[in-house]
């Protein structure tokens, strides 16, 4: 199949297009570079000894989508175009509903307009908001305590999917709901490259590995859990790109939702400790105030992806933290 890949700049994006390569398909990329840098796409073709084609444009411009498919056909879009800072969403919401809802509409009119048969859509598991237990399903209830605006997008997203696909019976829309990707790809050669100070767990753990900053800072330790601080599902990035290719494997006309997790929670402490095993150093970490609007425990039932989609992640906590800590060690300041 011949897909366009939104976002293909990115972290998941980036590592995607080696798997779809890996399982004969061909790409096209779409990425305004907002937060990302050609260079990860040069750095895949360069690994493939492919040419990508690279179509810098802002998936927000209708126009510009318009043209580029008015010149090329394509069998399937995976969407991961869009801002994805919990942090900055909150601080910022108007940019974040504008560009994360405007681009998935302008995807979808294209969509209906040149009869592209599927769209596979990265969503998240923060759509679950506060889980009323564990693990998540598919059918776990969502929208109920989700607590920062990035993931209202993501919800309201998956409705306006919903509503598309049912006036437009043809279409096969697929869901994925990615817990927490972690790792990166086991060459080193490219990896998750945060512009600012990074939010999330792993990429803020590499930076004290690497000596870009002091500590870790925990969140908390008083949670209901076994070593009292969060836990997580933390799925490695190249398990997650090869998600993506096991649901575009012809899709029935409908929607379709799957979560791309793991099944196993780990803590903060275990992933430092993990950390610290791949790069041989003691990281050292604090303790602080638990951050607003987290929740104790997340992770998922995937089942259904096992089932429906023959998708099994086979990487571990440990192979996500030594390619990782070889991105960052081999790539200090990222693309940059
Ligand atoms: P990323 O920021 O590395 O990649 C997103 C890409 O989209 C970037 O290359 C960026 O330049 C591009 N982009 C942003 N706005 C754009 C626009 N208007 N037009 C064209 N390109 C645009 O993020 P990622 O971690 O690779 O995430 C990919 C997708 O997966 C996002 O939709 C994100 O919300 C979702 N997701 C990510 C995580 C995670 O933890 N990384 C978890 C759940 C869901
Ligand atoms: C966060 C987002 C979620 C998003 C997901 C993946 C919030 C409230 N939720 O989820 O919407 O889909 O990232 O991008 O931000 N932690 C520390 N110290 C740190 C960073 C994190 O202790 O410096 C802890 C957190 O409290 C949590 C765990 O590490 O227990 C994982 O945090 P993080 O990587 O930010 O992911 P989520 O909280 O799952």
Known sequence: MHILVTGGAGYIGSHTLIELYHAGHTAEVADNLANSSVEAVRRVEKMLDVSIPFHQLDVCNAQALDQLFSHQPFDAIIHFAGLKSVGESVQNPLRYYSTNITSSLNLLS???KYHIPHLIFSSSATVYGTPES???TENSRTGIGITNPYGH??????????DFAQSNPTV??????????????????????P???PNNLLPYIAQ???GKRPEV????DDYPTPDGTGVRDYIHVVDLARGHVAALAPAQPGVHTYNLGTGKGTSVLELISAFSAACKKELPYRIVARRP???????????????????????????ACRDSWRWQSQNPNGYR
């Open 110 to 112: 294209v969509i209906k």
């Open 134 to 136: 564990l693990p998540l």
């Open 153 to 162: 997008t993501k919800y309201m997203i998956e409705q306006i999917m919903r």
């Open 172 to 193: 096969a829309i697929t869901l994925l709901r990615y817990f927490n990707p972690i790792g990166a790809h086991e060459s080193g050669a490219i990896g998750e490259d």
């Open 195 to 197: 512009h600012d100070v």
């Open 208 to 210: 004290v590995a690497v």
């Open 217 to 220: 800072q925990v969140f908390g």
């Open 293 to 319: 609007g987290d929740i104790a425990e997340c992770y998922a039932d995937s089942q259904k992806a096992a089932q429906e989609l023959n998708w099994h992640p086979t990487k571990s906590i440990a192979d």
